[in-house]
């Protein structure tokens, strides 16, 4: 079967520095991917990567069987959904909901082609009322809160039915509530059987959704562990990429991570 990611020895280099050091990672379909690690960890740089908007300096990457370098990218990417804090910083803040996510279809953001048929606005409400927020359509994107533009950006990414779908820190800025309703969607989307693979970056595990079957660690532009999910986000892995003392709890489908107390840490 086609990887949906295959990534060998992926070095990514700017200004004089290594922002990815020989990563290797392959993503097969069916599989949920989380991106953990540090400030600066490269996970951002990973996603301009998988989303074919940065090439290797040097190795190979393949995205859903297309090799960067010998596949035009305009083809590639509307496979691909993405939503990132930089894609929600380039939508203008008077575009309509409806139109934003309707747009999608086009890979443009704001409103550019009036010849919207019936499927796509009726794809475009289902999407909305898949994640719960129908009533924001009418209102302007400049005008919601942060964890509402963060569930619209998700909507559009789902607009073109892409194979993967690529989630950016999709929870930050939400409030516990906000959150909560995100983990339920992002549940809801990997046990569909005909839904995208995902793939989200995240700095909190509590964000993870029960679903998510593969985690990958990186720490300083390396690969610290990658695998399914329980057995890298594993308290030695975490403490090793974090360098501090972590401990992770897994329970019914969700993990979370914390320092020990401090007073078992003097112990
Ligand atoms: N064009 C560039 N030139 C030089 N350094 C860069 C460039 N772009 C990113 N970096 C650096 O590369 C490192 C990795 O950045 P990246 O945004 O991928 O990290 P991240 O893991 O997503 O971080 P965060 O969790 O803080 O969002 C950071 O130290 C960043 O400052």
Known sequence: MTAVFDLTDVTIVRSGKTLLDRVSWRAEPGEHWVI????????????????ANMHPTSGTAEILGERLGSVDVFELRPRIGHTSAAIAERVPADETVRNLILSAAYAVLGRWNEEYDDEDHRRAMAMLAELGIAPLADRTFGTLSEGEKKRVLLARSLMTDPEVV???EPAAGMDVGAREDLVESLE?????????????????????????THALLLSGGSVVASGPIAQVLTSENLSLAFRQRLEVTHDT???SARRPPLRRRAN
């Not at 953990?36 to 989303?51: C, Y």
């Not at 046990?191 to 029960?210: K, R």
């Open 253 to 255: 489908g969700r993990f």
């Open 188 to 212: 809801a989307l990997a046990s569909d059987e005909f839904g995208p693979s995902l793939v989200m970056v995240s700095h909190h595990l509590e964000e993870i959704a029960p679903g998510f």
């Open 166 to 168: 690529l989630l950016d």
């Open 36 to 51: 953990v690690g540090p400030n600066g960890a490269g996970k951002t740089t990973l996603l301009q990567v998988a989303s």
